[in-house]
């Protein structure tokens, strides 16, 4: 309504990495660079299209695995550094 107003994220700088694949229609799981906190704060595509966390991919540590394997030659892209702002 306007009278109340809250932050959704800390102030300060973050690194926002990419790390980019190629599908191969067999391989489910892959490695990032960077251990992420959870599903929710990283950003997949795979052949330019968004994935659902929890529904086309889970993470355990740093391993990324799809449900189903991304096609052959389609491009997955996994940005991360959205879990926190915090310098």
Same mark, same amino acid.
């Given at each position: 309504d306007g009278t109340a107003y809250q932050n959704f994220a800390v102030q300060g700088a973050v690194s926002i990495t990419k790390d980019s694949f190629t599908g191969d229609g067999s391989t489910t799981v892959y490695t990032l660079s960077i251990t992420? *906190? @959870?599903? @929710?704060?990283?950003? $997949?595509?795979?052949?330019?299209?968004?994935? @659902?966390?929890?529904?086309?991919? *889970?993470?355990?540590g740093a391993d990324i695995t799809f449900s189903s394997a991304p096609p052959? *030659?389609? *491009?997955? $892209?996994v940005l991360h550094g959205f879990d926190s702002t915090v310098v």
């Open positions: 992420p *906190t @959870n599903e @929710n704060s990283i950003i $997949v595509f795979v052949g330019n299209v968004h994935q @659902n966390p929890g529904v086309a991919y *889970t993470l355990s052959d *030659t389609h *491009t997955i $892209v």
